[in-house]
């Protein structure tokens, strides 16, 4: 669900960049503009990539990135918590900032579910 999540997000933003299509909000709501827009959307893809790699892997218990490591599972969850926590400072920032001023809120909810996918990974490596 998570991955399929990111990969809707990626494919949203594909479709605001080239078709703009009046369902979806404008391409300035997508990206924060911190990476130029054509490294993100291969960063992204390579993202999605790895991260149905690792799900194929857990799903299978196979290795390289499916097999039960309780000592990797314990770190990659924690990092998911910096990343969430990250997150959740980023998004008082968002609230705190007047709307004129304010970023985008696309990318926030999205690197919640990218926190959520590293804890779920985790888990699974621990189990």
């Known amino acids: 669900v998570l991955l399929a999540l990111f990969l809707?997000?990626?494919l949203g933003q594909i479709f605001a960049a080239t078709l703009a299509p009046s369902w979806l909000p404008p391409?300035?709501?997508?990206y924060s503009g911190l990476m130029p827009y054509r490294?993100?959307?291969?960063a992204q893809i390579v993202f999605l990539?790895?991260?149905a790699a690792m799900t194929v892997s857990v799903?299978?218990?196979s290795a390289p990135l499916g097999v039960?490591?309780?000592a990797v599972g314990t770190w990659v969850i924690r990092?998911?918590?910096?990343?969430?926590?990250?997150?959740?400072?980023?998004?008082?920032?968002?609230?705190?900032?007047p709307p004129e001023r304010r970023g985008v809120l696309i990318p926030i909810v999205f690197h919640f579910v990218l926190a959520t996918f590293l804890f779920t990974y985790?888990?699974?490596?621990?189990?």
């Not at 490294?39 to 291969?42: F, M, Q, S, T």
């Not at 990092?79 to 900032?97: D, N, P, Q």
């Open 8 to 10: 809707a997000r990626v």
């Open 27 to 30: 391409m300035r709501r997508w």
């Open 39 to 42: 490294y993100l959307l291969p």
């Open 49 to 51: 990539v790895i991260m």
């Open 59 to 61: 799903a299978h218990e």
């Open 68 to 70: 039960e490591a309780p």
């Open 79 to 97: 990092a998911s918590y910096v990343y969430a926590l990250g997150m959740v400072v980023r998004s008082v920032r968002y609230a705190r900032t």
């Open 122 to 127: 985790g888990r699974a490596l621990s189990r």
